[in-house]
């Protein structure tokens, strides 16, 4: 019977494209929905067949325009009634039921903090670390997500993990989940937030215990992201040339701060302009004026970036007055600067 | 079953007789109509229309999602197509057709009045949906918003797009739909010829 039952759910999963169920929940909430849609189906099959028997056997005939008046018997109209309306009550209770499972975390579930912003997802753990764009966990324990955003409303979907809350400024929501197994799942963002809600991804890495551990409490670094094709790719370095500390610095630094979320870095062209090649360019802006591009510019593009906008390009950059610190944006200028400057051969 | 039959009134043809489309035929006539009928046909063609807007919009966005990366727009104009096809087809077509097309022709017919209730304020709600489809249009032209129709904030308080004209536009298209509500809630319940002495 168990087999009979986990076959079914495979069938159903795999014909309705569905992804792998990798949490405790992901097979209740499949469950609820292969039920109902199975009985939606069969109902639906049902009337059209009705129907069709109805409109040939009582079609009209030549001659005869009155029909008979016709009322339901009292006991045929309670069946109907009482026998939807029981259907109708058990999906509620079983979807009920789940509702308040999912509601409720267990006692030891583990706290990760989670701050939805335009566009990107940060983590911070009470012990410590703080992670942007990818959440790690440990496989077969529950965590509880504390949801807040820093701008507007936002929502953490995982697919596999058959979870989604909204996050919302000014407030935490909070959601919780035991993955099964490790493996890497995508985040999503399920709740529109403007031009860069599409790429605003990020993945739930899930480690064995002990990875885990050995991460969280600073033994071993994470494991190496290997960006799935969902996720915006950040450049490797090792391609140009390396100018120090301070280049690599202000990669980290454009990570954390998301700029590569819009800018990218190689020169294909995105929601901002493309540091390749940026640092002392001679740049068109939005009023017709040309600028010069060096670090007073991008210095005031960063504090204040409406004021001037390059070109072609839209005006959806934020401010990072008082959010970045004069040492990280120096970062970020070597770091522009290294992308305009030719290899020199070593 | 009779083998003569009498000739049905309706056996003549059509056009002979007259109606509500050839009673009179002026533009004048159509434009300040007190006639429900009249007023209903107006409000099918307005909504047709923009149903036919609306789709524009949605082919448009179809087309941009054949390909996964940029097809033939970027993802700012992405935003305001999928936004003005929300708006248009939700209060531009979608709530107007219902009561106000088909409502306004047949419920005086389906409890044998001669008219609604009021029927001056019909005709003004139909004037009233030109304005906030106007006001709408007009947030279009300037670009449009960005937020989805559903215009959650923060975001939606956030964006530099054309987010008032369009509310502006949604507002007034409720206060047609209320007049609407109005005339055909005191139309059923005072005019139903079964009720009414």
New interface residues.
């Given amino acids: 019977m168990k087999d009979f039952l986990e076959a079914l759910n495979a069938f159903y999963r795999i014909a309705l494209a569905l992804p792998e169920q990798a949490s405790t929940i992901a097979w209740k909430i499949d469950a609820l929905h292969f039920f109902e849609i199975t009985i939606m189906f069969a109902v639906a099959a049902l009337i059209a067949v009705v129907a069709a028997f109805y409109v040939i056997r009582f079609r009209r005939r030549t001659g005869n325009f009155a029909t008979p008046r016709v009322t339901a018997s009292i006991h045929g109209e309670l069946g109907l009634f009482g026998g939807l309306l029981g259907l109708f009550i058990l999906f509620w209770v079983i979807g009920f039921r789940q509702f308040t499972e999912m509601g409720l975390p267990p006692e030891d579930a583990l706290d990760v903090y989670v701050t939805a912003k335009q566009w990107m997802w940060k983590f911070s753990y009470p012990e410590g670390p703080a992670s942007v764009g990818v959440l790690y966990v440990p496989a077969g324990r529950p965590i509880r997500l504390n949801l807040t955003s820093r701008d507007v409303i936002h929502s953490f979907f995982v697919p596999e993990f058959r979870i989604k809350r909204d996050a919302v400024p000014g407030t935490y929501t909070s959601i919780w989940f035991e993955a099964l197994h490790p493996g890497r799942y995508p985040i999503l963002c399920t709740e529109f937030c403007g031009t860069g809600h599409s790429i605003m991804r990020g993945a739930v890495v899930v480690l064995r215990a002990e990875e885990y551990d050995a991460w969280i409490t600073g033994t071993a670094p994470a494991p190496p992201p290997r960006p799935t094709p969902l996720e915006p790719a950040i450049e490797t370095p090792g391609q140009l040339e390396d100018r120090g500390r301070l280049v690599e610095i202000g990669r980290e630094v454009a990570a954390r701060h998301g700029c590569t979320g819009c800018h990218t870095l190689d020169g294909s062209r995105h929601i901002g302009p493309t540091w390749l090649g940026l640092f002392h360019r001679s740049e068109r802006l939005e009023n017709g004026e040309r600028i010069f591009v060096n670090e007073a510019y991008i210095t005031r593009s960063m504090m204040d970036p409406q004021a001037e906008i390059v070109a072609g390009f839209p005006p959806v950059m934020p401010s990072y007055q008082g959010q970045i610190t004069p040492a990280e944006t120096a970062a970020i200028i070597e770091l522009m600067k290294s992308l305009s400057q030719p290899i020199r051969n070593p | 079953?009779s083998t003569t039959q009498t000739p049905h009134p309706a056996a003549a043809s059509p056009a002979a007789i007259r109606n509500y489309l050839n009673a009179e035929t002026t533009v004048r006539s159509w434009l300040f109509t007190t006639d429900h009928k009249r007023i209903g046909v107006m409000y099918l063609v307005a909504t047709i229309g923009a149903m036919m807007l609306g789709g524009i919009f949605a082919l448009l966005i179809r087309i941009e999602l054949l390909t996964p990366e940029r097809t033939i727009m970027?993802?700012?104009t992405y935003?305001r197509f999928f936004t003005l096809h929300g708006v248009i087809m939700v209060w531009l077509f979608m709530i107007p057709a219902i009561p106000s097309a088909f409502g306004n022709f047949l419920v005086p017919l389906m409890i044998g009045a001669r008219d609604v209730a009021f029927p001056r304020l019909n005709l003004a709600s139909f004037y009233v949906y030109l304005l906030g489809a106007a006001a709408v249009l007009a947030g279009a032209m300037a670009g449009g918003a960005?937020?989805?129709w559903?215009f959650?904030p923060?975001?939606s308080g956030?964006?530099?797009t054309a987010v008032v004209p369009i509310l502006a536009g949604v507002f007034i298209l409720g206060i047609s739909s209320t007049m609407t509500g109005i005339n055909l809630i005191v139309t059923t319940h005072t005019l139903d010829r079964k009720s009414v002495v």
Avoid: C, S
């Fill in positions: 079953m970027d993802a700012m935003n960005d937020t989805g559903t959650y923060p975001y956030q964006t530099p």
